[in-house]
């Protein structure tokens, strides 16, 4: 069972199956998640084979999550980190950049639609505040807008977390919600699908420390926390050229600030590709070279299974073959 016992459980049968009753001593026993039951999160956590069985924390925050890894209580935790329409969640962005060691080992995809939920007799006329989460929220706004344009907002810690505490003394009047929230909560739905898209969908990674990385399928991503060398024309584009110059695509690029002086960012980078492969291991080399700080976040496989294509001069073979033709030119003669 998810270790919130005061929540019934919303989600799907899966987060408790075979699970042990108490908490387990070890902690290759134990996931972290964004809780409480219900969440986005544990939907994601459902996805992940190896979690069946175990025991599942439900934690308050991106920070609470990735501290149990840090000090060993659980093994792993699932954060989201990229969403279709507000983009990547800057918490967990700059916590995989500050918190030393961490290492993603998969991504997991969950599209996300809301409902506007209320205590019983509520009516729309009536809401005044709106309990949500901040990542929530941002994707409800032409909803919200167009129907409750002076509201405000209460963030809360996860969307289960702000519906529940309707009925336990919050000052809101209505909470962003999982669909799935009335059929274990005494609320009422006020407005359905309040979602900017309904097609939405948040990435999460699983994180871990101390683990092995997964093992190539040619359906690979890998995460990269890097920074510029200094402040002169032209080397954003340096950063770029090194995954140019080896055929290796970028699905995502965002810019975090550092923190320590206004102008300073860090860079996040998801590449196509595993570091086994040679064009992503060289552009690693190449951007070690260049930039002060590079963080490797990990190679995991792609959460849509898609197959990683790339021009044939950027096979393992070639790069072989040209380090054996270099390493031919410096032979001493006779060898
Ligand atoms: O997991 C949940 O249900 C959450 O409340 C968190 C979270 C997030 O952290 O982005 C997850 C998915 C949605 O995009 C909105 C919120």
């Not at 009516?123 to 405000?152: E, F, M, T």
Request: hydrophobic fraction near 40%; proline fraction near 8%; include cysteine.
């Amino acid at each position: 069972m998810p270790e919130t016992a005061d929540q019934p459980p919303i989600a799907p049968d899966h987060a408790g199956d075979h699970a042990p009753a108490h908490t387990p001593q070890d902690h290759a026993e134990v996931y972290s998640f964004l809780g409480p039951s219900g969440t986005f999160t544990e939907a994601a956590l459902a996805q992940v084979p190896q979690a069946k069985g175990k025991h599942w924390r439900s934690v308050n925050n991106v920070g609470e999550a990735l501290g149990d890894v840090v000090a060993g209580r659980s093994v792993a935790a699932m954060i989201a980190i990229e969403n279709s329409i507000e983009g990547g969640v800057s918490v967990a962005q700059d916590a995989l950049a500050t918190i030393p060691d961490l290492r993603i080992v998969g991504e997991y995809l969950v599209p996300v639609n809301f409902v506007l939920v209320a205590r019983p007799g509520t009516r729309l006329s009536d809401v005044k505040v709106i309990n949500a989460h901040p990542v929530a929220y941002a994707q409800c706004h032409l909803w919200l807008d167009a129907n409750l344009p002076a509201h405000g907002h209460l963030p809360s810690s996860s969307n289960v977390a702000a519906a529940a505490s309707l009925l336990d003394g919050s000052p809101a009047d209505a909470a962003i919600a999982p669909p799935g929230i009335i059929d274990h909560h005494d609320l009422e739905v006020l407005a359905e699908n309040i979602g900017d898209n309904p097609n939405a969908v948040t990435r999460f990674v699983l994180v871990s420390r101390g683990t092995a990385i997964p093992a190539p399928t040619g359906a690979d991503k890998t995460s990269i926390i890097a920074e510029l060398p200094d402040d002169r024309p032209g080397s954003l584009l340096d950063l770029l050229e090194q995954f140019s110059t080896r055929g290796v695509n970028l699905s995502l690029i965002e810019s975090r600030p550092i923190g320590d002086s206004l102008g300073r960012y860090r860079f996040v980078i998801d590449a196509d590709g595993h570091i086994s492969d040679e064009r992503v291991a060289d552009a690693l080399l190449g951007l070690r070279r260049f930039s002060p700080a590079v963080i490797f976040l990990g190679s995991y496989p792609r959460a849509d299974g898609r197959h990683v294509d790339y021009d044939h001069r950027y096979r393992d073979e070639v790069f072989t073959e040209a380090r054996e033709w270099l390493k031919g030119l410096t032979a001493p003669p006779g060898e």
